[in-house]
């Protein structure tokens, strides 16, 4: 809405990252579409997407179509609870395949590691919200730099100056 679009014009004439949580697939504020629109309107602007779009158990094929739609230059994801989203154990098979899936699509420069913490402390360890990355064996080493460092790295260095 109108609202939304001064939000999004102010972060973008400020240069600023903008960050966004969409919700969880059928909730109403899930608006993929309106999104992907935001993102070229505003295509100076860095976004990153909160929980990799937020797929659930058992939900490849959301992930898919939300990643395809929102693959742009200047779109980022982030992974935080993803192992929650998933529900599943240490050391997160389902959340690592997400991550594959997402490699494969839109590049593992793109991804950025995040925790959802305190929130995701009732389902991980703070410890195991990153070991599932560093310990897996279905992600190569660069994959591992790029999401656990390089990325966010790369995209806050402006603000580092």
Known sequence: GELMHTIYKMASERNLIFFIDIGRPNNNCYQVDNLAKVVKKYSKMKFVICHLTAPQHDQMAI????????????????????????KGDYPFNEAISYIKEAIKIVGSEKILWGSDFPAAMNYCSYEQSYKYIEDSLELTTQEKQNILYNNAYNLFKELLK
């Open 63 to 86: 992930l898919r179509e939300n990643l395809d739609k929102l693959n742009f230059e200047n779109v980022y994801f982030d992974i935080a609870s993803l192992p929650n989203n998933t």
